[in-house]
């Protein structure tokens, strides 16, 4: 590694731990708006690992006729829980025989139903997307049949050759990344959940995969990963979403002119900035392959949370973890979900034209 990289990778993880000191803080100010940047909205794809990959699954299949395309690490098939916290933390984790996968029909049939109903876009939107799913052979938290399931359900709609399924037999349950200065091993099913397995690079794996051919990556300045705040496209009650206060977003300086992509990163459970300040967003990978390909990238934030939020809502998610079990409301798996909601808002947004950046 070159000594600018060594340099900015350290001035990276400074800057990750006073983000940790800062958002502990209760009287920490709100960031500024998510600004309009003109970007291709039309033509969004979205990764994530664990809980962030079953959220990835959920978006794309809810927004089908904009996503193009999903990186899934450790996730599994749309619509697993039911929304059942049991089914969440049994069959689409663990399997056994007392607690069973269903048939990958029996999703088949549940989407088609979502389709039919209108709760999703329709499934025609999948016929020329891509996915790229990734199961560690170490990883016991959600295991491979789980994924094995997703991958089924894909090759329903998805073009001939699709998903494209990489398998690391010494990887475990986490991101892989070569940016993090200092990762678990890569058998490591631990906090922070960011691996090292050799040179192997999941966000520039995935991005290839979904976007085609990219320039050579590039170390980003340190102030083009900025906070935004989350709270103009949340509901009323904005934390029955479970969802934080703050989000990130990576803006390369050549996206202040419009025209860019986006991609949407779902952090997995204890990886929020919250739990491990700025790690994640700026180590998974993901940022260094923006700089160079005009990618925006968007890191939408959950908060753990436990407790009554209002009414008669009440959160239970202390790991921070995305909703794909039902914990924010009964439409979670649908464009009427709080966070699938959210979410799709700040790329509209994002799809809007402002005054050039300051």
Not at 126 to 133: N, S
Not at 241 to 264: D, K, L, N, R, T
């Amino acid at each position: 590694m070159k000594t600018t990289t060594k340099v900015a990778s350290l001035r990276r993880r400074v800057a990750s731990h006073l983000a940790a000191l800062l958002l502990a803080s209760p009287t920490t100010a709100l960031a500024e708006a998510l600004p309009g940047l003109a970007a291709d909205k039309q033509a969004v794809t979205v990764s994530g690992i664990s809980s962030g990959g079953y959220m990835a699954v959920q978006f794309h299949i809810a927004h089908s006729s904009t996503v193009g395309g999903a990186g899934v690490l450790a996730g599994g098939p749309y619509e697993c829980a039911e929304g059942s916290t049991w089914y969440a933390l049994t069959r689409c984790m663990a399997p056994t025989w007392w607690s069973s996968l269903p048939s990958v029909e029996v999703f088949r049939q549940r989407t088609l139903r979502r389709a039919q109903s209108g709760d999703i876009d329709s499934l025609a939107g999948l016929a020329g997307d891509r996915a790229w799913v990734f199961s560690g052979g170490r990883d016991e938290t959600v295991e491979q049949p789980v994924v094995d399931s997703l991958i089924e359900l894909y090759r329903t709609w998805l073009p001939s050759g699709q998903p494209l399924f990489v398998a690391r037999p010494d990887a475990g349950h986490a991101m892989i990344s070569t940016e993090e200065p200092e990762p678990n091993a890569c058998a490591s099913s631990e906090p922070p959940f960011i691996n090292r397995c050799g040179d192997f690079d999941a966000a520039g794996e995935l991005l290839a995969h979904l976007l085609g051919p990219l320039a050579p990556k590039q170390e980003p300045p340190a102030e083009r990963v900025r906070p935004f705040d989350q709270q103009p496209f949340l509901d009323k009650n904005a934390a029955a979403s479970g969802m934080a206060q703050e989000g990130y977003v990576f803006i390369p300086e050549s996206c202040e002119s419009g025209g860019c992509q986006v991609h949407v990163v779902f952090h997995g459970c204890g990886q929020t900035t919250r739990q491990i300040g700025l790690r994640f967003v700026e180590n998974a990978g993901y940022i260094e392959w923006a700089q160079s390909n005009r990618l925006i990238v968007l890191f939408p934030q959950i908060v753990p949370r436990y407790g009554w939020t209002g009414g008669l809502s009440w959160v239970f998610n202390p790991r921070g973890c995305w909703d794909w079990w039902g914990y924010t409301d009964v439409n979670y798996a649908t464009r009427k979900g709080r966070q699938i909601h959210a979410v799709r808002a700040m790329i509209e947004r994002l799809g809007e034209s402002d005054a050039p950046m300051q």
